[in-house]
């Protein structure tokens, strides 16, 4: 991402082909596993084909008691999952393993606006194809 900064009512940005000032700047990163430089190449930890930390479903590594939770254990990209890892091995650690990510379902889905916008669980074509009746609303 080429420098950025703010001006009074813009942003501004200088590119490799030039300067450039715009209204909004949207920025759009990928989200993926960051273990760059911890020295795990030294462990007996095993990864995904994604280079994500593999782990099982209370989200510990192939090296007990170590846990990977978040991006880098390569699960869904979305702040809340973070939530439910933590659910995940603290259940492990306190022995109310309830909470398994192979049973994870309705992962909340926000897009952050203002106003907020979100959902949760599954989408309309999702539920006529498996035959479920279901009730939407609108604001």
């Given amino acids: 991402m080429p ?6 009512d813009q942003v501004a940005l200088s590119a490799e082909d030039g300067d450039y000032t715009v209204g909004v700047l949207l920025s759009a990163t990928p989200r ?3 273990i760059e430089g911890m020295g795990l190449e030294n462990t007996n930890i ?3 084909e994604r280079r994500a930390i593999q782990v099982e479903d209370y989200c510990e590594t192939s090296v007990p008691p170590v846990y990977a939770g978040g991006e880098d254990n390569g ?3 979305y702040p809340y999952t973070s939530l439910g890892d ?4 603290y259940g492990r650690r306190t022995g109310n393993c309830g909470y398994l990510l192979s049973k994870r379902q309705n992962v909340p889905n ?4 203002e106003p907020a ?4 669980g599954s989408k309309d ?3 006529v194809a498996k035959g479920i009746a279901y009730k939407t609303n609108e604001v």
């Fill in 46 to 48: 095993a990864f995904t």
């Fill in 117 to 120: 916008l979100f959902s949760v």
């Fill in 75 to 77: 699960g869904l990209h």
């Fill in 86 to 89: 933590f659910r995940s091995v």
């Fill in 3 to 8: 420098p950025v900064r703010n001006t009074p």
């Fill in 32 to 34: 993926v596993p960051h």
């Fill in 110 to 113: 926000t897009t952050f606006s």
């Fill in 125 to 127: 074509a999702e539920l």
